[in-house]
T-cell receptor, first 113, second 112 residues
């Protein structure tokens, strides 16, 4: 079934550890996004990529990095996790810029202790 | 940065009632979107609006793109239990690299 897949679904991580959240889509979408969802704050954009090989900063990029080596994969890395990065992380993709629908993954629940 | 002000933050209604929520921004958007999120799931697109003044329906849902391009509303008529969830407005702007920016959400509760 075509779609967008995130892994892991949940993780408990010690502060200071490095962690990579994985996101893969098989829809050949050009644009991909990482959001974090926190109670009362909605979905905030962390980083995005409009096409393979390019990335951009969103609203809350600090402490996170991304790469887009190919069309399908858009991993999000926390170099040294801190408790304030405890959140639910959603990856999304869409065909391209302009008037196209964004599809979301199921989310990764990350707890930094 | 861009901010979307979505209200109300939460709503408690009786089944069968109509619901209205809205979103405003200090910035102009080229596209307004409304998403719904069920518990444990990612958001799913309900309605997309592409032109100022556009009024679009999807079943019991109706949404409008404000004429100033700085606001949008979503109405749900005759609410049913499966309408429970979090509703998000979102905006896209071509001159801001087409990023999708979300409001903080409206949590809809339906009383039995």
């Amino acid at each position: 079934i075509a779609g967008i897949t995130q892994a892991p679904t949940s993780q408990i991580l010690a502060a200071g550890r490095r962690m990579t959240l994985r996101c893969t889509q098989d829809m050949r979408h050009n644009a991909m996004y990482w959001y974090r969802q926190d109670l009362g704050l909605g979905l905030r954009l962390i980083h995005y990529s409009n096409t393979a090989g390019t990335t951009g900063k969103g609203e809350v990029p600090d402490g996170y990095s991304v790469s887009r080596a190919n069309t399908d994969d858009f991993p999000l890395t926390l170099a040294s996790a801190v408790p304030s990065q405890t959140s639910v992380y959603f990856c999304a993709s869409r065909k391209g810029q302009g008037n196209t629908e964004a599809f979301f993954g199921q989310g990764t629940r990350l707890t930094v202790v | 940065g861009q901010q979307l002000n979505q209200s109300p933050q939460s709503m408690f209604i009786q089944e069968g009632e109509d619901v209205s929520m809205n979103c405003t921004s200090s910035s102009i958007f080229n596209t307004w979107l409304w998403y719904k999120q069920d518990p444990g799931e990612g958001p799913v697109l309900l309605i997309a609006l592409y032109k100022a003044g556009e009024l679009t329906s999807n079943g019991r849902l109706t949404a409008q793109f404000g004429i100033t391009r700085k606001d949008s509303f979503l109405n749900i008529s005759a609410s049913i239990p499966s309408d429970v969830g979090i509703y998000f407005c979102a905006g896209q702007s071509i001159d801001r690299d087409d990023k999708i920016i979300f409001g903080k959400g409206t949590r809809l509760h339906i009383l039995p």
